[in-house]
């Protein structure tokens, strides 16, 4: 039996399949002069003719290529079996084809090259028009060619949308290259077969399902074959179709695709008994649903710990139902500046794949004056709170998707300020709308959120300022913006290779803009953006500066070395274990990666109202970076930075020269 799969980036097209039985009389003229029927989408069994425009007379002769020429007056396309979900015959008879002019009639307009490709018949004039503009009260001459042609471009239109079908000229028309049309009937018939679904499974696999005895048609992933886009016409509900449409398939598979740790694809196979059918059977990898990982790095402030340590736990399937639980701390030398949050997220009945979910979430963190870019002061604090929110998946068009995802948190601060003597705390309500996309492909990623925060308290100035800052607004609204893209540049470098899949993917760049707008208002200290350090501008100190108003942009180039290593389909080993060293195939990623990097990070502050102990500055940092990643356990991150640009001031003790530089390093492991 004969399969095909579709991994990942699923494929729009159905593979070719062979002529049928049925079809082999009108094969005879097809395989001869026109090549066979075309697979592509289907649609109803209705007939529609249309009247037709004159074509010019004067043209080339035809080529013997393009075969012998039979008279048509009117085009008719029909659907071999009507089927709920197919387009209208009349959509397929308004699509513009392109058709060559020869001395008598129609030549295809097209050659096909060794590759595939299709270029326009150098010598040929050519038309373009819709479909029932073909038809006309005078016949014209078609050459095989040209109803070989015509047929592709149905077979084309149909499959863009998503359809498996095959296009072939009507048995009643033709027996081998025999005209059996009754006396004075000039009229052609295109027949469309729809394929449709016979059967759907389910095949799982990975750590999830290591366990199972049977790794077929599992129970926990049944919900995945319920909600199939298309489903057999015994089982198919309200809204959904048995016809195969791989666009409604691949975007299914893109959403189930959107929970961490799962991958999924398909394999279409022809099914024994049903003609043009196929079963359709998700292969459902799933990772071992719960890690544990633990961070090192040198990312805190001189004032406090360079170092910090994080250790979490996440479970991404906690009670099998794609709920997600984490849990994650983080501390400066297990003594101070100490962080705990958090969350538990979950789809809401009635809305899978992943369309509609909740999170609630509660968060506890200590920090210093230093940790929000306040050097010369002298405070400590800390701030407890927790929220609830909604993430509705709004729209999709294929790897697209935008969420919107409204909110509310809860937020109380309390502040040491041990120069002035005082405490101070303060209550704040939060809600706040978040507009989320993402779009991953093996090539490109790109992904980025833009939120609407607003804030209301009943706590007075007097105490507000008590929190670190002075002459803060009591209620205000800011925006938060944070955009990424990045991508491998060889398929701009070099198209062909990349069509042809030769060569590997090594040549990337990151590019990111991120920050906040607070329009003239005066935040608590404990609100304003921080810029400095490994995670903003690189090559000044760990929360260098603060403000109000932030904005924050890198560039990065990053090279991939393994995956310029030549292609090795047979791995080694690593403890006795498979380990791909280099790429096993184009374009594939080998178990472990080491990059080299080079940067430029820019960052402008402004403080609203800004005070005589504050200032506003641009801080500009360039460097190198090496990343060591081996498999999807081990991480180490070196960078370094230089400051290119002076912020702050000598008397306030806050200030960085140009030339000064910072080195920064991040271990991680996960298990």
Known sequence: MKTFRLTGAVSSKLPRRQLRAYSCLSAALIAAWVAGGVMVPAGSAATQVMPAKPVPTKAPEPAISDGPAYPVSAIVVEYAKTVAGQPPLGDILDHPVVVGLSGDGYVTACITNANGQHAYRAGVSRERMALKNLSQPKPRMFHASAIRSIARQISEYLSDKGLGVYVAVSLSDFSGDKDIRPHGDTILHYVVHTDIVAKIATTESGGRFAWRKTKVNDPESAWIAANSPVQPTASAKAGKSDLVNLNAINDYIYALDRQPGRQVSAVYSPDKHLADAYDVNYLVHEQRPWHVYFQLSNTGTSATNPWRERVGVIDNNLTGHDDILSFDYSTAGFTRENAVNGSYSFPLPGFAPDRLRARIYADYESFSAADVGLANAN????????????????????HLFVDLIPGIKYQHIRVDNTFAGITGSGDFIQPYLTLHAERYTPVSQCWGDLTLLTNFTGTNKARLASLGRLNVDQNWAIVQGD?????????????????????????QILISVRGQEAFNQRLPAEEEYVAGGYYTVRGYPESATAGDSVGIESFEYRLHIPRLFPVNPHPGSVFGRPFRFSPQEPYAAPDWDLIASAFVDVGEVVNSHRQVYESDGTLVGTGLGLELDIKQNIQLITDWGVALNRIGASSNGNEVTPGSSQFNFVFSFNY
């Open 379 to 398: 405070f400590n604090g800390d701030m407890a709170g927790g929220g609830a929110e909604l993430d509705a998946n709004i729209y999709q068009h294929g």
């Open 483 to 507: 955009i990424n893209y990045a991508t491998y540049l060889e398929p701009l470098i070099n198209p062909d290779a990349y069509r042809h899949g030769v060569g590997g993917m090594a040549n």
